[in-house]
């Protein structure tokens, strides 16, 4: 009899939250919006990709302000992998900054990965409902948006800084010189939030990954060659921030 | 409690949850996407449009090579006469290529933004080689398909701005949302890029 209680009660709490979690979540959602591909093969040194996502904050109960969410898959495939030579990924490098700057109409309000990690690994978590929550706004349901990496042989510092003179978003993932790590694929997975009041604003941002190789003389390595690429001024235009005001 | 009342509260219970699993099933409910697989050369149709620079010509000849249809055309085609029967034709397996010197004389073409305005809801992928590629997006913001951002300064950042080899633009379905993508190939492996590009 008290076995057949307790899995009724279970029972009734496994119903009652099928049934109303979806409900307390719907009020606010991600809706992916844009992705920009930049994509360079850099024969013969490797291949550099970054794919940028952008994501709104959908029917949050705010009316004063808009939440847009960058994600960043950043990978580097060095020239072994894919030209079947000797080339390593040496780091790689990524810098976003808010436009218009030195404002508090739109302001960087979450990234990560955050400060300067050992070289054991990267954890991003964001939980949009603490963000929005600092507004006041009665949304019942919380999203989170978890990043989780953890790979040995990197560093990865830290350079941002989020003041509103500012509003950056930068960092540098430095791979140990010729560690396994730095021999294949390598991605990060950075991301940042994005809160803004109504008017236009977009993110600039710009990329660089360095390759490396040992030269040798006689079988003996004599010196390491570094070749950097960087990119271009992007602008990362979220389509549903206000336009031209 | 009696047998026969416990065999109707367990009932009661299965009803419950039965109707509970149904209500969160559908309310849980987003719209569907279809994945689309990773395509080959070969199950990509290509329009050539302005072949006139030499990497154009080359990068044609790679595409022929790894076997796309490649059509040439020697004008924009015009669907206000054609439609329906040519832009049928036209779909997310389809690739349109310009030439980036050919944009620079045409970017602000009006039939370039018609055919531009009936082929981007089709979800196939356009593409700028060579060139002057910035043109592309400026074409792009005339057709009123993709607005460049400008600043309160009045500054045009235009995302191709510094003429990158390869640029892509399409709208796409993701997650459930319709949304667009914009695509920037820099490095001088344009061919490696342009097949990057279109089978994704």
């Known amino acids: ?245 | 409690m009696s047998k026969i009342a416990k065999k109707k509260l367990l009932i009661g219970f299965a009803v419950i949850i039965t109707v509970s699993l149904i209500f969160a099933l559908l309310l849980s409910e987003t719209p569907s996407e279809i994945p689309s697989a990773s395509k080959s050369p070969e199950d990509v149709t290509v329009l050539a449009v302005g072949e006139s620079t030499p990497v154009f010509k080359e990068v044609i000849n790679e595409l022929k090579d790894h076997g796309a249809l490649v059509k040439t055309l020697d004008k924009l085609p015009d669907f206000t006469e054609y439609a329906p029967a040519t832009t049928e034709e036209i779909d997310e397996s389809t690739a349109v290529l310009f030439d980036g010197e050919w944009l620079e004389g045409n970017w602000e073409n009006p039939e370039l933004h018609n055919f531009l305005r009936v082929v981007v809801p089709k979800k196939c992928k356009l593409t700028a080689v060579g060139g002057a590629t910035s043109n592309f997006f400026k074409a792009l913001d005339k057709a009123g398909i993709f607005e460049i951002p400008v600043t309160e300064t009045g500054e045009i950042r235009n995302p191709a701005y510094m003429d990158p080899p390869l640029v892509g633009y399409r709208v796409k379905v993701k997650e459930g949302s319709v949304g667009d993508e914009i695509f920037l190939a820099f490095g001088d492996d344009v061919m490696k890029a342009l097949l990057e590009w279109l089978k994704n």
């Open chain 1, 1 to 245: 009899m008290r076995e057949l209680r307790t899995a009724l009660a279970l029972l009734i709490a496994i119903s009652m939250l099928t049934l109303f979690c979806p409900v307390m979540a719907s009020p606010g959602y991600l809706q992916w919006k844009r992705d920009v591909q930049i994509y360079g093969a850099l024969s013969p040194y490797g291949v550099y990709n970054n794919l940028v996502s952008m994501y709104k904050l959908m029917d949050d109960g705010v009316a004063n302000y808009d939440w847009f969410y960058y994600t960043f898959l950043i990978q580097t495939v060095p020239g072994r992998v894919e030209y079947h030579n000797s080339w390593c990924t040496d780091k790689h490098w990524a810098w976003q900054r808010l436009w218009p700057y030195g404002t508090s109409d739109e302001d960087v309000v979450d990234y990560g990965p955050t400060t300067t990690s050992g070289t054991t690994g990267v954890s991003t978590t964001y939980t949009v409902q603490a963000l929005v929550s600092k507004e006041g706004p009665a949304i019942g349901g919380s999203i989170s948006w978890t990043t989780t990496y953890s790979i040995s042989d990197v560093i990865v510092r830290d350079k941002s800084n989020i003041a509103a003179a500012t509003d950056r978003v930068e960092w540098e993932h430095e791979l140990k010189d010729f560690a396994e790590v730095s021999k294949y694929t390598y991605a990060a997975k950075p991301a940042f939030v994005v809160k803004d009041n109504g008017g236009y604003c977009f993110c600039d941002g710009q990329y660089s990954v360095t390759f490396c190789k040992k030269n040798y003389f006689l079988g003996i390595v004599v010196s390491i060659s570094r070749v950097k690429f960087t990119t271009l001024l992007f602008a990362l235009d979220c389509p549903d921030s206000q336009k031209n005001p």
